[in-house]
């Protein structure tokens, strides 16, 4: 029996593991944790039976208490909250799908608590990768990504670890405005940013993907994930989202991974690996497929690609400060405080003043964090 907890269980990629769990009767949950959807989370519980459950809020943890009162599991909150899910004794690997930076202490303490990762929170990596992969090393876990596109190099490299990468080639399905220019973009509403034409995910990411500032914080991610610098990374545009990312070897062999676009085989992967099950769904089906389109991507039009590019060149605390503008402008836009096209220059502004920290500690990290909300709020 393979015991798994989860951060962030009541959004997508939380829920979609739960429905692996349910699929294979050799996984079992023995924690979880939410934001603050306790009705959802009470509902996991009954169906689940996790000796442990966690929400962000003190007064919500009273409110699921109570609601759960029948039920043996104890309720917990706020960061002490998550640590506890990260760190449940009985679990064998932590499933990461909180989003933004709330990420990294839990991730961290289960490495050092000998958990296994499934790691679909891309934040913890972007900005402490630095002090993430060393740790891996040292206390000999496994790492296992859930993103499709960086599973899907997981999975091109089974069988090839004496050989030389030459570059990673990360497929993007471009998002809804794929050709648009930044005249076509500057009405976009919320609504229309929400409409991914391949995907269906949480609010925050949907709009980073039409943004194409996901596929940079992805691109971020791979080099650390896989030791490789970041013009190793090459961004290609796939609009069907068949293949979702390739290797090129020095040799110019160049291994791909297809499928239909469905987040539960990459989950199912993280946690069943290196065994392959099966596994329902849509297949594809090439009679119909016919061919595939490949396009470059538009940094001009699409800065925020650029500036990760700029920000994981750079390295040290940019990472971070990319990061949380992102974060904090994709939620002013949804809550309609800002324009569509403002997301990158707010982005751009925050990377602009910051003073660089080559190799920021934790606590630095969430200083730079806190210094570029504060920027934002002084400015927008």
């Excluded at 962000?56 to 998550?82: F, H, N, Q, T, Y």
């Excluded at 995907?199 to 980073?208: E, F, N, P, V």
Aim: net charge negative.
């Amino acid at each position: 029996m393979k015991r798994i907890s989860i951060l962030g269980s009541t959004g997508s990629i939380g829920t979609q593991t739960l429905e692996v769990v349910e699929q294979n009767k050799d996984l079992e949950v023995t924690a979880l944790a939410a934001g603050s959807n306790i009705a959802l989370l009470e509902a996991q519980i009954r169906k689940f039976r996790p000796s442990l459950a966690a929400v962000w809020s003190e007064e919500k943890a009273k409110e699921l208490k109570a609601r759960v009162a029948d039920v043996p599991v104890k309720i917990v909150s706020g960061m002490d909250g998550l640590l506890q899910v990260a760190t449940e004794p009985l679990s064998h690997i932590l499933v990461t799908a909180v989003v933004g930076m709330i990420g990294i202490r839990p991730t961290i303490a289960a490495i050092e608590a000998g958990k296994d990762i499934a790691l679909a929170n891309k934040e913890t990596l972007v900005t402490a990768g630095h002090l993430i992969i060393p740790l891996v090393e040292e206390m000999g876990v496994r790492l296992l990504p859930v993103d499709s596109e960086h599973s899907a190099i997981f999975q091109c490299l089974n069988g090839e670890k004496n050989n030389k990468i030459s570059k990673i080639l990360l497929t993007a399905s471009g998002g809804p405005f794929r050709g648009r220019t930044r005249e076509q973009m500057k009405d976009i509403q919320v609504e229309d940013a929400l409409k991914h034409p391949n995907w269906a995910m949480g609010q925050k990411i949907t709009i980073d993907s039409s943004t194409m500032v996901n596929k940079g914080l992805e691109v971020m991610e791979a080099r650390w994930l896989f030791g490789v610098g970041m013009d190793q990374v090459q961004v290609v545009v796939q609009p069907q989202s068949v293949i979702h990312s390739m290797v090129e070897f020095e040799d110019g062999a160049v291994m791909a991974q297809l499928g239909t676009p469905d987040m539960k085989l990459p989950i199912q992967y993280a946690l069943c690996y290196p065994e392959r099950r099966p596994l329902p769904g849509d297949r594809l089906d090439f009679w119909k497929l016919k061919d595939i389109r490949f396009e470059e991507p538009d940094f001009e039009n699409f800065r925020g690609l650029a500036l990760a590019y700029q920000a994981g060149r750079t390295g040290g605390s940019l990472p971070t400060v990319f990061n949380a503008a992102n974060e904090r402008a994709v939620s002013m836009f949804l809550n309609r405080k800002i324009g569509y096209l403002t997301i990158v220059d707010i982005i751009e502004g925050a990377m602009e003043r910051h003073k660089v920290i080559p190799h920021p500690s934790v606590e630095q990290i969430l200083e730079a964090e806190r210094e570029t909300y504060d920027y934002i709020e002084s400015r927008w």
